[in-house]
């Protein structure tokens, strides 16, 4: 039986705290805006070589080029976390925070990537990047250089993937295949109308098996194991959790009733932001969007004060997470089939202060498809009551009741509130630049109805996704 943990693909999170130091910020921003141009240049990791023009001047990234993790990364960014929106006379100190979705394991992928920063033409220039961050190791001192990663690393509170366990070798394998075999119906279009789909297959078989691409057989594994015995197990699977919640919830009646009482409470005396700037009165952040396939998202806000929203905040995402792992593991989140990753981590306020002024806060990274609108616009029609019970618990989100309801159904109000606590990636790649989650997924159906032996009934379907 296939196992998608094998390869699965994780979410790393490291963040780091910037020494308190004008000068030392603002070398960091420059690094961080020559990497900017450079990919918002399109360029690749061989233009080392090839100058990109910047404020009228030819400038060379030899800093940073992502391109050089693409073996076991699919998307990436730097994201310097300021307070623009916090208190005057509570601000927390910047952070640094290097975002990646990789494949295996956190330490392996750690070691690949200071392997590949010490070779000798590499541009991976971990130092002039985190250079600026408190108690930072340089990459020479190797392990003491993952140790430190790891170790200012977050656990991610809720993790998507829009193709769950599928390697980055994966995701370019089946889309080699697919390449192939659409160039081959193209010359071959017209003999092969006059064939079944049996025929029509096994000639497709034949000749990937000729040609250089072949059947990549190191990359055959099903992404995600679909069919009836799947199926039955994820509902059996669903059917003892919920049980399980049954059973611990009936003993703890009384405190989820009490739980309710106090949600109704807070919900009743929460103070919603209101604004009255447009939704698309953020020029710094539109300029950066709609120039691929994907765009991105970084949004933070506070939690709201207190252990009670806290805790709520915890329980919701820790469901999110169970579903993303067990029951939406075929490219779409609540109905949503544009998301490649996403996830929700919490940036822990760890400062020797008064409780009361701890500030908590939840950021939320996401690689999609399309246009910031569009997206927007899927969560508030297809997940709405998600979306609502996440930031529900945080600060200025649209008045809600029942954790669930009201909230992100207002979408005015609800784009603006996102916009608003959007914030800037100073750097952010792509590993799949022109490909969509859908094309992904369907490439990786192409490939594994490629190598195996098919139903009569299921040949039409796999035809019709050539």
């Not at 999110?320 to 490649?340: P, T």
């Amino acid at each position: 039986m296939f196992d998608p943990t094998r390869y699965a693909s994780r979410a790393l999170t490291i963040a780091a705290e910037l020494v308190a130091d004008d000068e030392s910020v603002d070398r960091l921003r420059s690094v961080l805006q020559v990497i900017h141009d450079d990919l918002t240049g399109n360029n690749t990791s061989k233009q080392k070589q090839r100058p990109v023009v910047r404020e009228g001047q030819a400038v060379r990234n030899d800093i940073f080029l992502p391109g050089l993790l693409a073996d076991d990364t699919h998307f990436m960014r730097f994201v310097i976390v300021d307070d623009k929106l916090g208190p005057a006379d509570n601000q927390l100190p910047l952070v640094l925070v290097w975002e990646s979705n990789h494949d295996g394991d956190p330490d392996d992928y750690l070691r690949n990537v200071l392997a590949r920063a010490s070779q000798p033409d590499a541009v991976l220039d971990f130092d002039r990047v985190f250079g600026a961050c408190i108690g930072y190791p340089a990459m020479a001192s190797g392990d003491a250089w993952v140790e430190w990663m790891l170790e200012h690393s977050l656990r991610a509170e809720a993790f998507y993937s829009g193709y769950r366990g599928v390697p980055k070798t994966k995701v370019k394998a089946a889309g080699r295949v697919h390449e192939v075999i659409r160039t081959y119906l193209d010359e071959h279009r017209l003999s092969l109308t006059t064939r079944t789909p049996i025929e029509v297959h096994d000639e497709i078989r034949r000749h990937l098996e000729s040609t250089p691409a072949g059947l990549e057989p190191g990359d055959l594994e099903p992404a995600v194991e679909r069919g009836l015995g799947f199926t039955l197990r994820k509902w059996a699977t669903l059917v003892l959790i919920g049980a399980a919640v049954l059973l611990l919830a009936l003993p703890l009646l009384p405190l989820t009733l009490a739980w309710y009482a106090v949600l109704r409470r807070r919900e009743a005396s929460d103070k919603p932001d209101t604004s009255n700037r447009a939704v698309h009165g953020m020029p710094d952040l539109i300029a950066v969007e709609d120039r691929i396939v994907q765009n991105q998202l970084t949004h933070l806000v506070d939690i709201k004060p207190g252990y009670f929203r806290y805790f709520t905040q915890r329980v919701v995402l820790l469901a999110i997470d169970q579903l993303a792992r067990i029951w939406f593991v075929h490219g779409e989140l609540g109905g949503i089939s544009s998301i490649h990753f996403a996830r929700w981590v919490i940036l822990h306020d760890r400062r020797d202060v008064e409780s009361k002024r701890r500030r908590h806060r939840l950021i939320f990274f996401s690689n999609y498809d399309f246009s910031w609108d569009s997206y927007l616009g899927e969560f508030v029609d297809r997940a709405a009551g998600g979306l609502t019970a996440v930031w529900s618990n945080t600060v200025g989100y649209p008045r809600t009741k029942n954790l669930i309801h009201d909230g992100a159904d207002d979408e005015e109000t609800f784009k603006q509130w996102a916009r608003d606590r959007q914030i800037a990636s100073q750097v952010w790649w792509s590993g799949v630049r022109y490909s969509s989650v859908d094309n992904i997924n369907n490439d990786i159906a192409v490939h594994r109805g490629a190598v195996r032996a098919l139903e009569p009934e299921d040949l039409p379907r796999w035809l019709v996704r050539l």
